[in-house]
């Protein structure tokens, strides 16, 4: 199997460094790809190419970028059968999901062309009669867009597309865990300007490393765990360095006594287990109302072992494979935890092995009498486990769910208004989902509170994040003031 070559420069090039990485199929643990661990010098020449195009994609009219990042987008929907396939067989993500998530991609590409072609900036009010004042929005250079395993290419629109909307140019850098499927997409970058957007691979360590670092780099753009975003906030701030961090979540969700149980059940368990519960906006906190707590629990435990665990490139597929070996222990080791500080494991919480397949299949878990401030409660488990924690009432689930340092996303099941606005005003949340979890919108800004991150995605504020201000005063009467110097001619009068 040959070795992939990354795109730098506009150009297909071949790694200066020796050493490979091959992409496992965590279904399967085939070999369905292999991709250079790139070293320094293939960061430099990235990073140099970004720096050089910036100038004139700045300078782009904005008519001209637009119809630019449409034309991606075109591609990218030329593309889809073999990128989602491609998707699939590198993250074990059912190739169902990962058919939605490329129109998904296109769309973000969209969506931006328009937006960036018509909002730059704005007026404001002058100080006299022949000033004019106003803000212009200006790019930040070079951003290193650096995506996650879960949602391979749709993350990385997420920030690639409104960053090159704003007139910054990439380096993009996919997990090392499965790299393929953007290096597939860089296609749909090659009638852009050379230099504008580049794609490398390598671990986080290295590459992710050297591009934090990387003096020419002004913006980072990153989704990932908590831990991870510290490190890479503290290395930036050293430089004063622009961030902008997605990072990790245990994003609590209610179900009130109100709620039809049979829709919350089926919410709550897509919340939970989309992607084999592999989404940082996941709900992995489920906190339910004491009076139906037994019925709903009953009924989950009916509705998941319903669900197929299986071959993610089969219809019928419901859940697939975690994504790593390593993933697969640390959810063991957690559930371990959790049953240990008292929860009651009712369903599932073991390996799989579903269609003759020997990847790292995981029968999704149910944790029930999940005592609030355990384990289950304050660790991210990243995988299929389902925590059910019983609340007296509205005032204790509210509360319950909000005892956390994190603050990505929360869920509520009601059809009560005021259970709704008390839940909304007081639950620490960059995103909130009433009735419909997990919805995402291009228009609609996405991000995390407390140790959830810094900065947002999607929306005017996801194009902000990628542009700074410049405030513009003009006075077209030429004369003198009388606050220059020297100040004692004022005095003098």
């Not at 920030?159 to 790299?179: D, E, I, M, Q």
Request: proline share 5%.
């Amino acid at each position: 199997m040959e070795v992939s070559r990354i795109l730098i420069n506009g150009e297909w090039v071949s790694s200066s460094s020796k050493k490979i990485i091959d992409v496992q199929n965590p279904a399967t643990l085939e070999i369905v790809g292999r991709v250079p661990a790139c070293n320094e010098a293939d960061v430099n020449a990235a990073v140099a190419a970004a720096k050089k195009a910036q100038i004139d994609w700045n300078k782009t009219p904005g008519l001209e970028k637009a119809q630019q990042l449409h034309e991606v987008a075109s591609r990218i929907r030329d593309m889809e059968e073999e990128l989602a396939t491609s998707i699939t067989k590198e993250t074990g993500k059912p190739l169902c999901e990962s058919v939605e998530s490329i129109e998904n991609v296109a769309g973000c590409f969209d969506y931006y062309a328009e937006v960036g072609r018509s909002e730059r900036g704005h007026t404001f009010p002058p100080v006299s009669r022949h000033q004019v004042n106003f803000t212009i929005k200006e790019p930040y250079g070079v951003v290193a867009a650096i995506v996650p395993f879960n949602f391979p290419l749709l993350l990385m629109a997420w920030k690639v597309a409104p960053a090159l909307a704003a007139g910054n140019t990439v380096v993009c850098k996919p997990s090392y865990l499965n790299p393929t499927s953007n290096l597939i997409m860089a296609r749909a970058y090659e009638d852009l300007p050379p230099g504008v957007m580049n794609v490398i691979t390598g671990t986080g360590g290295t590459v992710g490393g050297q591009l934090i670092r990387h003096p020419d780099v002004n913006l980072i753009a990153f989704t990932g765990s908590t831990e991870a975003g510290r490190r890479i906030a503290s290395e930036a701030g050293t430089q004063l360095k622009e961030v902008n961090l997605e990072l990790g979540g245990i994003d609590p969700l209610i179900v009130f006594e109100d709620a039809d149980i049979d829709i919350a059940v089926r919410g709550a368990t897509y919340a939970r287990l989309l992607n084999a519960g592999q989404v940082c906006t996941s709900s992995k906190r489920i906190y339910v109302v004491e009076k139906i707590a037994k019925e709903f629990t009953d009924r989950m435990i009916k509705h998941v072992k319903s669900l197929r665990v299986g071959d993610p490139m089969k219809p019928d597929t419901d859940i697939g494979p975690l994504v790593s070996a390593e993933a697969l222990e640390d959810i063991e080791q957690q559930v371990a935890r959790a049953v240990k500080d008292g929860a009651k494991l009712v369903h599932g919480g073991k390996r799989v092995q579903p269609d003759g397949l020997k990847g790292f299949f995981y029968e999704p878990a149910i944790l029930v009498d999940v005592p609030q401030g355990s384990a289950a409660t304050t660790e991210e488990i990243f995988g299929p486990v389902i925590a059910v924690i019983v609340a007296k009432d509205a005032d204790d689930a509210i509360r319950k769910a909000n005892d956390s340092e994190y603050g990505l996303g929360a869920t509520i099941f009601t059809n009560n208004l005021e259970y709704m606005m008390k839940a909304m005003e007081n639950i620490k949340a960059g995103s909130f989902w009433v009735n419909d979890p997990l919805t995402d919108n291009d228009a609609g800004a996405f991000g995390g509170m407390r140790a959830s991150g810094i900065g947002r995605e999607l929306g005017i504020e996801g194009l902000d994040a990628f542009r700074e201000p410049k405030h513009v005063h003009i006075d077209y009467v030429m004369e003198s003031k009388p606050f220059w110097f020297p100040y004692r001619e004022r005095e003098d009068e």
